[in-house]
């Protein structure tokens, strides 16, 4: 009997003994963009909606995909606050510091907003099919009237940006220049 309960101390503490690799925590880096202000929107606010997903939970899991409909996330890699938290603080910033309007607010401000911008996020994923890797971004914005309540124009944007390496921090580093990009155009497109 004390050898079975020898056996099983052993094996128990041997179990907690084992190391685990540690969380990395990653998050949306926003550059800072050129005055690029626009006449008709220098007197006016936009309100920033909270993204939308049309799939998975906007969530801190990174997701990665070995083909269209095999899908997981990473174990030991997250995102420093969920997605569309994150989304939402970038667009903020974009906005904010291209001086295009004279307010840029958040979703939960009960400011009155000349503008709504709504997001939907269709992909923000890691992407790997055979020995190609990619970060994949695809999110359409819709520019609303607050008066009207009217859509004034709306778009899709679609980046795919390979990665340096096949794990979440070559796929952070290369959803970062997709973001960069998509931070760029979203400021023309609204021009």
Same mark, same amino acid.
């Given at each position: 009997?004390?050898?079975?309960?020898?056996?099983?101390?052993?094996? $128990? !503490?041997? *179990?907690?003994?084992?190391?685990?690799?540690? %969380?990395?925590?990653?998050?949306?880096?926003? #550059? /800072?963009?050129?005055?690029?202000?626009?006449?008709?929107?220098?007197?006016? #606010?936009?309100?920033?909606?909270?993204?939308?997903?049309?799939?998975?939970?906007?969530?801190?899991?990174?997701?990665?995909?070995?083909?269209?409909?095999?899908?997981?996330?990473?174990?030991?890699?997250? +995102? &420093?606050?969920? !997605? *569309?938290? $994150?989304?939402? =603080?970038?667009?903020?910033?974009?906005?904010?510091?291209? =001086?295009?309007?004279? =307010?840029?607010?958040?979703?939960?401000?009960?400011?009155?907003?000349?503008?709504?911008? /709504?997001?939907?996020?269709?992909?923000?994923?890691?992407?790997?099919? *055979?020995?190609?890797?990619?970060?994949?971004?695809?999110?359409?914005?819709?520019?609303?009237? #607050?008066?009207? =309540?009217?859509?004034?124009?709306?778009?899709?944007? &679609?980046?795919?940006?390979?990665? *340096? @390496? @096949?794990?979440?921090?070559?796929?952070?580093?290369?959803?970062? %220049?997709?973001?960069?990009? $998509?931070?760029?155009? $979203?400021?023309? +497109?609204?021009?």
């Amino acid at each position: 009997m004390r050898l079975i309960t020898g056996a099983l101390l052993v094996i $128990l !503490l041997a *179990g907690c003994s084992t190391k685990m690799a540690p %969380m990395k925590t990653y998050t949306l880096q926003t #550059t /800072e963009v050129n005055n690029s202000y626009n006449a008709s929107y220098q007197n006016k #606010t936009i309100q920033v909606m909270q993204p939308q997903s049309l799939k998975e939970k906007m969530s801190e899991k990174i997701y990665f995909s070995y083909s269209p409909t095999q899908q997981g996330a990473y174990l030991n890699s997250k +995102w &420093s606050n969920d !997605l *569309g938290t $994150l989304v939402q =603080g970038t667009l903020i910033h974009t906005l904010q510091s291209s =001086g295009m309007f004279k =307010g840029v607010v958040s979703y939960a401000s009960t400011a009155q907003a000349d503008y709504r911008l /709504e997001s939907t996020v269709f992909d923000f994923s890691h992407h790997v099919r *055979g020995n190609a890797s990619h970060a994949i971004v695809s999110i359409q914005f819709d520019l609303i009237s #607050t008066d009207t =309540g009217k859509l004034i124009k709306s778009k899709r944007f &679609s980046y795919m940006e390979a990665t *340096g @390496t @096949t794990d979440a921090e070559g796929y952070v580093k290369a959803s970062n %220049m997709a973001i960069e990009r $998509l931070s760029k155009d $979203l400021l023309l +497109w609204l021009k």
